[in-house]
């Protein structure tokens, strides 16, 4: 008898994890670090158990050239450094939960066997959606390592002209990186613009520079057809198309949970509690298969990230092994890069919060990235929607060039955190010129909230300025005579903030709605009329926020 397995001392744990990757791979390894003794067996019915899934699309524009820098671990060396026992190829056909047996199949034979388990961790990730149209298997879709062989595979060939269904985050990586590779690219996107989380006025800023780069957006159309050498769009027009790929997005590989009789929500999403628990207590499931918590509504979710896969495979290892801990609800914070642009979303957007009736307040600040007299710095275009009765932030988006990424974590950790819109003002950030402002544009956020919280200030949103002007509000732009004469609001009359109190009487009596061009300006013009009695709005985020979709 070994030491380490006295008489009478219990068996060890038996733990099966189906699936590899982010979530599966988290679990198994820390289950390791927290249990020496536990057989730890995973099943991954691809070739691949441990690959870096976001860098993908970077290895077929070149960008990552070696492929093998994709591949962070394998079965040898997972085996090595945790013992455990990983096998590619096998994919768990079914769970017998009386029984506490998956039955295994082996890719490449068919042979089949039960494997016994005491906790079992489900992490099958998701399955990218192709479109049901005539044609669809030319569409090359982009999830695993085989996808991205079989694409590097068709380049090869040297395709000339592509189209990417689908404008979301992967699509428009992919988008780029076949730009990289020379192809004149177009990107179909259902909806009415690319980037479904960002709001429409800071996903025109991405359109730009997709188009500034060459790049064809066809939004609010669809793809009815593949042929040989081209896609058939809704409208009726033809697209070239050497190379097809659907990026429309991923639903959750939930079968095997489902036939098991676990619970799933309407998405197909398998339903867990906070210690990500499914409906049968030995059983759990992570990563982009399994439900979230929403922290904005506290509803379920469904966020296909690697971070939370990560972060809740882990915890799973922590549970089983006794600890008391809990998933925290997600904010489905999410970064990308268009060619030189990033933008950058947490929490809910505009949009979502209209659709669900929930009352908000909406924020646009357009800060430089940094010191403006410090070389370098670039416009920052940022967006906070706050719940007016309680100052609660409820999400925040951001485009720009530079220090997006700054700037949306840290509103995520002051969410995360229950810090308040007017609260981000009382934030000490790092500060150097070549870092940021002594105004840090976060802050900048929480002076703009604490202003409208406390009622010394009021906005009018873009897309309410034309409705106001039909209304007979007038709209005062107060920028200088040249900046008015490059371009302006229809219908506004120009009284330069520095002129404003010699020409009050040129200030129209009653309501009124001051712009400039970022918001300022706005604000001071707003308070020195304020305090002539004049009722006036400011323009939220100025001519700059109005001017990305002239609307009206």
């Not at 002209?161 to 690219?185: C, K, Q, S, W």
């Not at 780069?213 to 040989?228: D, E, L, N």
């Not at 300025?465 to 229809?490: K, M, S």
Request: charged share 25%.
């Amino acid at each position: 008898m070994s030491a380490t397995q006295s008489e009478g001392a219990p068996e060890p744990r038996r733990v099966v994890v189906v699936g590899g990757v982010a979530g599966g791979m988290s679990a198994a390894t820390r289950l390791r670090r927290l249990d020496e003794r536990a057989v730890i067996t995973v099943f991954e019915r691809g070739g691949y158990v441990s690959f870096a899934n976001c860098g993908l699309p970077y290895h077929i524009g070149g960008v990552i050239a070696e492929r093998d820098a994709l591949l962070l671990q394998t079965p040898a060396s997972l085996g090595r450094r945790f013992g455990l026992d990983v096998r590619v190829g096998h994919e768990v056909v079914g769970i017998d939960r009386t029984a506490r047996t998956v039955r295994v199949r082996e890719v490449a034979t068919g042979r089949e066997f039960d494997e016994p388990y005491d906790d079992l961790i489900l992490s099958p990730g998701a399955s990218p959606i192709v479109p049901d149209i005539p044609g669809a298997e030319r569409a090359r879709t982009l999830r695993t390592i085989e996808d991205t062989d079989a694409l590097v595979a068709a380049l090869a060939a040297e395709p000339r002209t592509a189209v990417v269904i689908g404008g979301g985050f992967i699509g428009l990586e992919v988008a780029e990186n076949l730009v990289h590779r020379g192809l004149d690219v177009t990107v179909v996107e259902l909806a009415d613009q690319v980037l479904a989380p960002l709001d429409p006025e800071l996903a025109a800023l991405v359109a730009d520079e997709l188009a500034g780069h060459g790049v064809r957006v066809a939004t609010g159309v669809s793809v009815t057809a593949i042929g040989p050498a081209d896609v058939m769009l809704s409208t009726g027009e033809r697209l070239p198309a050497d190379l097809v790929v659907a990026a429309i997005g991923v639903r959750p590989d939930s079968r095997l949970a489902a036939d098991a009789g676990l619970a799933v929500n309407d998405r197909g999403g398998i339903v867990v509690d906070d210690h990500q628990r499914t409906s049968d207590e030995h059983i759990f499931a992570v990563g982009d298969a399994a439900q979230k918590a929403d922290a904005v509504s506290g509803g379920g979710a469904m966020v296909p990230l690697a971070q939370t896969a990560n972060r809740h495979g882990r915890l799973v290892a922590d549970v089983i092994c006794g600890r008391e801990i809990a998933s925290r609800p997600v904010l489905g914070t999410a970064i990308v890069r268009v060619f030189g642009l990033a933008a950058a979303t947490t929490g809910w957007n505009e949009k979502r919060l209209r659709a669900a009736g929930r009352p908000y307040r909406a924020i646009h600040a357009h800060p430089g990235s940094h010191a403006g007299y410090y070389p370098g710095a670039e416009t920052l275009h940022l967006k906070l929607l706050v719940d007016p009765a309680t100052d609660a932030i409820l999400g925040a988006q951001g485009v720009g060039r530079d220090g997006v990424d700054k700037r949306i974590d840290v509103i995520a950790t002051a969410m995360a955190g229950g810090v308040t819109a007017s609260g981000l003002a009382d934030l000490e950030l790092a500060y150097a010129p070549q870092f940021g402002s002594a105004k840090d544009p976060v802050t900048m956020l929480g002076f703009i909230a604490d202003n409208l919280a406390s009622g010394r200030a009021d906005s009018v949103q873009w897309h309410e300025v034309a409705d106001e002007q039909r209304r007979g509000v007038p709209v005062v732009d107060v920028r200088t005579p040249a900046e008015f004469e490059r371009g302006h609001i229809p219908g506004s009359v120009n009284v330069p903030v520095d002129e404003l109190r010699d020409r009050l009487d040129e200030v129209p009596e009653g309501d009124v709605i001051v712009t400039c061009q970022v918001g300022l300006r706005g604000h001071v013009a707003e308070s020195l009329l304020a305090q002539h009695g004049r009722r006036v709005r400011n323009l939220d985020g100025g001519y700059l926020t109005w001017s990305a979709l002239r609307p009206g």
